[in-house]
């Protein structure tokens, strides 16, 4: 039982390009929650999916795309990097039936 | 929407002290979660505390709901109680807002 599982743990783009976020979980959690969390800052929701084939925007959504690709995954995609983006990146999971969010351990992403 | 207020920023304590983190908001308070962020950036879950007090060890947790706020107490700290200490309300039926945290430094 892996938990919450990010890829990749750290990356490197150069402005303009594009990438995608992979998240997975293995307790069959219905709800997935991707974050940022900039340095000195708390967490700041992007997107979540409350079940599979839903997603809906979170606090800063603006420069980013998700996709429930079943219960298990949930993307987010940069489709044109930007230096604000220069972030960790978290992905989250709940059940249906509790509130505990459980949390991958993150990707470190530099835009230049 | 609902603010997360925690205090203080930052704490420097000696091994062996105790210690309170406080959160207080804005609005009610629902499903409210503590994690710790160890020097890793790893989130660890500590306590889902809707209501009420629990205990862990060495932390125990309280909210009071009707009054908005909730503290976690950290009794004889140990160097691996290091990191940043979060608070999370759910903010409408499926989003979390996060407080900005308190940053603990436990020293040997």
């Known amino acids: 039982n892996a938990g919450v599982t990010q890829t990749p743990k750290f990356q490197v783009l150069k402005t303009g390009q594009s990438m995608t976020l992979q998240c997975a979980q293995d307790m069959n959690h219905n709800s997935m929650y991707w974050y940022r969390q900039d340095p000195g800052m708390g967490l700041r929701l992007i997107y979540y999916?409350?079940?599979?084939?839903?997603?809906d925007k979170g606090e800063v959504p603006n420069g980013y795309n998700v996709s429930r690709l079943n219960k298990r995954e949930f993307s987010l995609r940069l489709e044109s990097a930007a230096p604000s983006q220069t972030s960790v990146y978290f992905c989250?999971?709940?059940?249906?039936?509790?509130?505990?969010?459980?949390f991958g351990p993150g990707t470190r992403l530099t835009v230049t | 929407g609902i603010q997360v207020e925690q205090s203080p920023p930052d704490l420097i304590l000696q091994e062996g002290a105790n210690s309170t983190l406080r959160c207080n908001f804005s609005?009610?308070?629902?499903?409210l979660q503590w994690f710790h962020q160890n020097p890793w950036g790893q989130l660890i879950n500590l306590f889902y505390i809707p209501s009420g007090t629990k205990q862990n060890g060495r932390l125990s947790a309280t909210t009071v709901a009707t009054e908005r706020y909730s503290l976690l107490y950290i009794s004889s700290s140990q160097t691996t109680d290091s990191g940043v200490y979060f608070c999370a309300s759910q903010g409408g039926t499926y989003k979390y807002i996060f407080g900005t945290g308190t940053r603990l430094k436990v020293l040997a």
């Open positions: 609005d009610s308070v629902n499903n």
């Open positions: 999916s409350a079940s599979e084939g839903t997603t």
């Open positions: 989250a999971s709940r059940s249906g039936t509790a509130y505990e969010q459980y």
